[in-house]
């Protein structure tokens, strides 16, 4: 029995799926290298180093740009994309809804896992580890800093929430527009940031034949760890 497409072809295959034509397609990946000679003491510096680098590469249009991986009560993964806004020994810090979903997630579950992805340099930077809240003060020294439709975006907002149309979104801003008239906005009680305390920290390098270096730290009880793990 032959079946023909809409096309006219024989629907032998899924022209369609935009992903059939690159099911043979291969790169290789020689932009660079990372060995254990080079890496940097810490976790952080060695960070410090590729985001510098991620920066300077006018090819990554949002190089703080990161994806934030939770879990619902069910334990179903969750993802998305966020802007980091802070890293240092004590962690990477990102600010949000605290009543969206990854904000409900993390107040039941508080751990996290992120990714930064920077694909023109073949690297990507994945860390995990425990998250709470940013102090008050912090979130609101990072709140005013802000451009001001961003801050009445955080009062007009309902993250994650059901909406019936653009047209409640743009009212609930008109109001909130109007309650602050010209004066100061302080951030919102159900808005504010996250640290994640980083426990692990793994840099990959593209490297040709996906033989990709791939170097992690990792805490233990006493001491961070260094692990070359397999591509």
């Given amino acids: 029995m032959s079946v023909s497409g809409s096309d006219g072809s024989d629907g032998s295959s899924d022209s369609g799926d935009p ?10 990946y020689r932009a660079g290298e990372l060995s254990e000679a080079h ?16 920066i300077a ?8 740009a990161m994806q934030v991986a939770t879990v619902d009560a069910e334990g179903r993964p969750d993802v998305r994309t966020v802007l980091a806004r802070g890293f240092d020994a004590a962690g990477v810090v990102f600010y949000t809804n605290y009543e969206s979903a990854k904000g409900r997630q993390l107040a039941a579950n508080p751990v996290a896992a992120v990714l930064f992805s920077w694909l023109p340099l073949e690297r990507q930077v994945r860390m ?50 109007e309650r602050f008239g010209d004066g100061e906005i302080p951030p919102p009680p159900h808005w504010g940031g996250f640290r994640i305390t980083v426990t692990e920290a793994e840099f990959w390098q593209g490297r040709e034949y996906r033989l990709h270096d791939r170097l992690r730290y990792r805490l233990t009880e006493d001491r961070w760890l260094v692990e070359r793990l397999g591509p």
Avoid: C, K
């Fill in 39 to 54: 890496l940097a003491a810490t976790w952080l510096e060695q960070l410090r180093i590729w985001f510098g680098q991620a």
């Fill in 128 to 177: 995990r580890g425990p998250v709470a809240r940013v102090d008050p003060a912090e979130t609101a020294s990072y709140f005013a800093t802000r451009p001001r439709g961003a801050q009445l975006a955080a009062w007009a907002s309902p993250q994650s929430r059901p909406l019936a149309d653009r047209v409640e979104l743009e009212r609930r801003l008109a109001e909130v527009t």
């Fill in 57 to 64: 590469d006018d090819r990554i249009s949002e190089p703080n």
């Fill in 19 to 28: 992903l059939a034509r690159q099911a043979s397609s291969r790169r290789s």
